[in-house]
């Protein structure tokens, strides 16, 4: 389960967005942000910050136009990065009237976001951070997508550019295989998108994919490569096809 720093109030957005910060002890920065939630953000920083540092920021995708806020550092734990460096996740609790505010394009368009309930649920799961390239099939388009992130649960899936695939929403079936031949096949359910087309866009859309509870198949799968991804020195990538309704 989840420890108590990691829970948040409200939907979360799996949408990668860049966060300049100015903190009220002389920190300042730039940094990652994600799994962007009306309450708060989970912040990937190069250098530490300290709980309870009271943070001034701006939210945007890369073009400028973002949102303005204040908020408080409630957690911070140091990472290594595939590169072998080390990174700092953050957690920042936004003051509650961060969304209330003039707030321009972004602001208004995570309101809608929040409002409209379309956020991905609550996870029950462990998921595993990854970097797998994933063949995507969906009318007469052939793409190459990348799986952020997955667990027994379902998939984080970012495109190769700020567009997501043609007719792909909320509520949308994927045909989901695995291994050679698609030796495993399961069916989900598209539970969140994330579109950061618009002048000027810079981040990669994003969507979300939930697996049935009662899917064994899907559990056994993802559990399998899971472990497989987990053990030191192995280089073997399994084949990935989404299907894309």
Known sequence: MPSSQDRRDGGRLDLQLRI??????????????????PRGARIECRAPLAVGTRLNFQLDAGDGQGVKGAGEVTWCRPRKSPTGKTVYDVGLRFDDDWLKKDRGPLG???????????????RDYTRVNTRLLAQGKGGNQTMTLTIVDMSEGGLRVT???????????VGSPVKVSFGEGRRTQVTAEVAWV??????????????????????DAA???????MSTLG???NTDRPAITLELG
């Open 108 to 122: 208004r368009a995570l309101a809608r976001f929040f409002a409209a309930g379309e956020v991905e649920p609550a």
């Open 20 to 37: 300049k910060y100015a903190g009220d002890q002389g920190d300042s920065g730039e940094a990652e942000a994600t799994d962007v939630s």
């Open 159 to 169: 495109t190769e550019g700020s567009k997501l695939p043609t007719g792909l929403k």
């Open 219 to 225: 559990k056994d799968a993802m559990l399998a490569i």
């Open 194 to 215: 994330a579109d950061a087309a618009g002048k000027g866009a810079t981040m990669n859309a994003s969507f979300g994919l939930a697996f049935r509870r009662d899917d």
């Open 231 to 233: 053990k030191a020195g």
